[in-house]
């Protein structure tokens, strides 16, 4: 089975409207660690967001939210107020364990673009 | 602090030959992680090395060593290369340590290698 499954292979958003890109994971360990990963075309992965399997509040970094739903498994990436940069493939990952040496799990990406 | 850094940014080579790929980490931290990410798809872990030693492995073929260094660079080893190796190849550091900062996984650029 998929650790991490992105269902949306490709999003559309008028410029300054919001979007969710949808992220669903399965794993059987009670702690693990999500994140979302913006890639621009020049290939450099960067961090946008994390969320502990322990932590009760919904994480947010700037327009970054991040909607976890514990029980259903999924970890939604909501990006608000989208600007022309936020065009990018978007990629959301799955660390099991708390160790931050362990192993990422990605999947498959979502393309963002933002019509002005 | 000086961020993850990989030599060479594009590569050709040429099916049957081996090629190497470095990667220096984040100043502070132990861990090197490397990934393979084909066209089209998320990245794919390779093996992640710790005090100069493999720890942990993926789904990759023994054609596929790495090394680490007491300075925790480290190189990626391709021998017997097969046109589907190419692709764009990453590489992270964290800092593997009780209670560290679980955001802790950064990307380097990339080395982006063709096989023909």
């Known amino acids: 089975a998929q650790k991490i499954t992105q269902t949306q292979p490709g999003m559309f958003v008028q410029e300054k409207e919001a979007v969710t890109l949808d992220c669903t994971y399965d794993?059987?360990?009670?702690?693990?660690?999500l994140f979302w990963y913006k890639q621009p075309s020049s290939g450099e992965m960067i961090f946008l967001i994390y969320q502990g399997s322990y932590d009760e509040q919904n994480a947010t970094e700037g327009r970054y939210s991040l909607n976890f739903q514990k029980a259903r498994k999924s970890a939604n990436l909501v990006i608000s107020a989208s600007q022309l940069g936020d065009s990018a493939m978007y990629f959301c990952?799955?660390?099991?364990?708390?160790?931050?040496?362990?192993?990422?799990?990605f999947g498959t990406g979502t393309s963002l673009t933002v019509i002005p | 602090e000086t961020g993850v850094t990989q030599s060479p940014t594009h590569l050709i080579k040429t099916r049957g030959q081996q090629v190497t790929l470095r990667c220096s980490s984040q100043s502070g931290h132990n861990t090197v992680s490397w990934y393979q990410q084909a066209l089209g798809q998320g990245p794919q872990f390779i093996f992640q090395?710790?005090?100069?030693?493999?720890?942990g492995r993926g789904n990759f073929p023994p054609r596929f060593s790495g090394l680490q260094f007491p300075n925790y660079s480290s190189e990626l080893n391709v021998n017997a290369l097969e046109l589907d190796d190419s692709a764009l190849y990453l590489c992270?550091?964290?800092?593997?340590?009780?209670?560290?900062?679980?955001?802790?996984?950064?990307f380097g650029p990339g080395t982006r290698l063709t096989v023909t």
């Open positions: 992270a550091s964290s800092a593997t340590r009780g209670g560290g900062d679980h955001k802790e996984q950064y």
């Open positions: 090395y710790y005090r100069e030693e493999e720890n």
């Open positions: 794993t059987s360990d009670q702690s693990y660690g």
């Open positions: 990952a799955m660390r099991e364990g708390l160790n931050t040496g362990n192993q990422f799990y």
